[in-house]
């Protein structure tokens, strides 16, 4: 995957695999596929981590970007999994997942027959994520589409259409770590493609802080906001909680909760008997379609 944004697809996964390895009773998030689903000299790294020396080697190596990046990139992942659960079980049509990456969503969450899902990605991830698809389960599964796609340029519409997505039903997006990456131009051009969706659709979406973005207040993530921020300048769009609520109801969506680092240590890593920090620079939003 040549593309800068595309390659950080690896990251959260690296950290979801070697998190498999911890001790059964602190896990926050369960996920068996994603080790199978690195590239070959990541997977080698994480296979280190099978001991609890290298594991804490990499988990230090990730704090020390971002105090808390660990466990929220876990929590994160599995409030989309809670989320997928209960749209499944009250009946949807469709999963449409924005930004896939290398994540095994689609894969582990096995959907009712007729509901159809789709993976829609950079071409650089979407011709990456087959290849691990396939080695890992030996095919592709029936129930899921590979849909490749230029966000900054190409119709996510016109696209998705192209590929089978029929927008009559009710769909479960999901739009995971995603919104960073683009222009706000891009990030509307795709609300203005949500708000045609029908009523009853829901979304589970991240962003990032805008205050951390404009270097105000950094949550102890210093070392993030000069890599991707400063030094990259992969991070271009963000939004601070107070807005989400007015800028998602411009297109017919309801914010129905959000959750920072407060909220996902109360709903997720205290249970655990964990006491890993969770850090604020990223958001989760879960909301409904009007």
């Known amino acids: 995957m040549p593309n800068p944004a595309a390659r950080t697809a690896v990251g959260p996964m690296t950290i979801v695999a070697a998190a498999q390895w911890g001790p059964q009773e602190h896990r926050i ?10 590239p070959a000299a990541t997977r ?10 290298a594991r804490r080697a990499l988990f230090n190596a990730t704090e020390s970007r971002a105090k808390g990046l660990w466990a929220e990139m876990l929590c994160r992942k ?7 659960r209960a749209a499944v079980t009250a009946g949807v049509d469709n999963v449409v997942i924005l930004g896939a990456g290398l994540d095994t969503l689609a894969y582990r969450r ?11 990605d950079q071409p650089d991830t979407i011709s990456y994520k087959k290849k691990a698809v396939t080695r890992a389960l030996g095919k592709m599964p029936a129930t899921v589409t590979l849909v490749p796609i230029d966000f900054q340029k190409e119709n996510l519409r016109e696209v ?14 999901v739009w995971e770590a995603v919104t960073q990456y683009l ?9 203005t493609f949500l708000s045609q969706a029908s009523a009853g659709s829901e979304l589970v979406f991240t962003y990032v802080r805008k205050d951390f973005l404009d270097g105000i207040t950094l ?12 030094k990259n300048r992969l991070w271009q769009f963000g939004m601070n909680p107070d807005q989400v ?3 998602l109801a411009d297109y017919s969506w309801m914010v129905k909760e959000q959750l920072g680092g407060k909220e996902f240590t109360a709903r997720y890593v205290a249970p655990s008997g964990s006491r890993l920090p969770v850090t604020d620079i990223e958001q989760s939003c879960y909301a409904v379609k009007s």
């Open 110 to 120: 096995p959907v009712p027959a007729g509901t159809a899902v789709f993976e829609v």
């Open 44 to 53: 080698a790294i994480v296979s280190l981590t099978r001991w609890e020396p």
């Open 219 to 230: 949550y102890g993530a210093e070392g993030a906001y000069l890599d991707f921020v400063m």
């Open 160 to 173: 998705l259409t192209a590929h089978g997505y029929r927008s009559g039903g009710r769909t479960f997006f």
């Open 78 to 84: 599995r409030y989309v999994d809670d989320k997928l």
């Open 183 to 191: 222009t706000e131009d891009a990030v509307r051009s795709c609300f």
């Open 245 to 247: 609520e007015g800028f």
């Open 29 to 38: 998030h369960e996920d068996k596929l994603a080790y199978g689903f690195l």
